[in-house]
């Protein structure tokens, strides 16, 4: 497999090397949540980490299922959820394969696509779409973390990969998505750079 392995992120959790990990739930997971945007329905956090995301979606009465492949962050995330009382699912799995019982309503998608290297990325599209019923959001947060080496070389580097907008909106096509006009909210981020925070609707 192309890019990091599950091998890569243990090692990350294990050596606390954990810098994406902002010690609580995105603020833009909570403004969508705050201003109606996403109501409690069946939803997946790809790329759950140590669920901080999953938790405050289960503590809102969401029917959660957090996926990761690392098996430290499924059981940090399992801690997290046994820790506060909360009910939600977190299971061991390789998005570009797992295959759900049912449709999700909704995937909050915050951390996967820039840890996954883009020769996987059409897959892991194809993916999301699969799992997502029609009329189904993709709430998604864009890494924008663009170096000179991809800019001036070519160079594919990451994680995080750099999600440029133009790239994500051929993977996530009008004919499969319906896109909100730009601009897009920034979500600034610990790494020094930022999200861009996006919507889509699933045709």
Request: contains cysteine.
């Amino acid at each position: 497999m192309t890019g990091p392995t599950p091998a890569f992120w243990q090692e990350r959790f294990e050596t606390a090397q954990t810098g994406w990990d902002r010690g609580a739930a995105s603020p833009q997971l909570v403004a969508w949540l705050d201003d109606g945007t996403l109501a409690p329905c069946r939803i997946a956090v790809p790329g759950c980490g140590a669920g901080w995301e999953v938790a405050e979606l289960a503590a809102r009465g969401f029917d959660v299922t957090g996926l990761d492949y690392t098996p430290a962050a499924v059981a940090r995330a399992r801690e997290r959820l046994a820790n506060g009382g909360l009910s939600a699912r977190v299971e061991q799995a390789d998005v570009l394969v797992y295959q759900p019982s049912a449709p999700f309503d909704a995937i909050y998608e915050q951390t996967c696509l820039c840890a996954i290297h883009p020769d996987h990325w059409v897959q892991y599209a194809a993916q999301l779409h699969a799992w997502l019923r029609p009329g189904g959001k993709l709430l998604a947060l864009l890494m924008q973390r663009l170096r000179p080496g991809a800019s001036e070389q070519g160079l594919i580097e990451g994680p995080p990969y750099h999600c440029d907008i133009n790239a994500v909106r051929a993977l996530f096509p009008q004919s499969h998505w319906v896109w909100p006009k730009p601009p897009y909210p920034q979500v600034k981020h610990p790494s020094l750079s930022h999200e861009l925070a996006v919507v889509l609707t699933r045709r």
